[in-house]
Structure formats: structure tokens, C-alpha cells
């Protein structure tokens, strides 16, 4: 790409905010915030899919296929090597996904 402002304006904003995430605490803080959204965003799903019962299928197959496809870029890097902050988040946001639909799921079988 050119070196234009712009685009050295957004690498620094990129830089300055990679190192402020370097903190363990504000780490921490952004990958519960992540597994929260994540659970939120499988609250609201089950109950907007399920409301009409016309896509329920496609629904569920649409969202099987972004949860492998994040887990497929979570698992493919090494175990020992250290994982970019944005990988994390994205592991967080299934996994509170998961844990909202496992929650809905008992709540109607109870």
C-alpha cells in the first residue's frame, strides 16, 4: 500500500493499541467482555430465530459452520506459542456463544 497519512495514522492507532492490550489486566478485562458479548449474542439469536420457524435450519447450519470455522483458527496455531489478542477474543465470543445455546436448550427441555 502507499504511505499516505492515513494510513500511517491507522498504523499508529494500531501499534499504540496492541501495546495498551499488552497490559494482562486490560487483557483480561477485553476477554471477558468478549465471552459476555458472546453470550449475549447466543441469547438473542435463539430467540429471534426461533420466532417465525422458517429458517431455523438454515440458521443453525450457518452458525455451526462460524463456530468450526473459528475453532479450526484457534486450534491451528501451536499450543505453546502465543496466541494474537484478536484469535483469543474470537475463541471467548464461541465459547459464550456456546454456553448461551447449552442454556437455552435446557431451558426449554426443563
Excluded: C, H
Aim: net charge positive; aromatic share 14%; proline share 1%.
Amino acid at each position: 500500500m502507499q504511505n499516505t497519512r492515513l494510513n500511517n495514522l491507522l498504523d499508529a492507532i494500531a501499534t499504540r493499541l496492541e501495546q495498551w492490550f499488552l497490559n494482562p489486566w486490560r487483557r483480561i478485562s477485553l476477554l471477558i467482555i468478549s465471552f459476555l458479548f458472546g453470550f449475549f449474542l447466543g441469547s438473542a439469536v435463539s430467540t429471534t430465530a426461533g420466532q417465525r420457524a422458517e429458517l431455523d435450519i438454515v440458521v443453525a447450519a450457518f452458525l455451526v459452520l462460524l463456530t468450526e470455522i473459528t475453532s479450526r483458527i484457534f486450534y491451528s496455531q501451536s499450543f505453546l506459542s502465543r496466541r494474537s489478542l484478536w484469535v483469543d477474543s474470537l475463541n471467548l465470543l464461541k465459547v459464550g456463544f456456546i454456553y448461551s445455546l447449552f442454556l437455552e436448550a435446557f431451558k426449554l427441555g426443563s
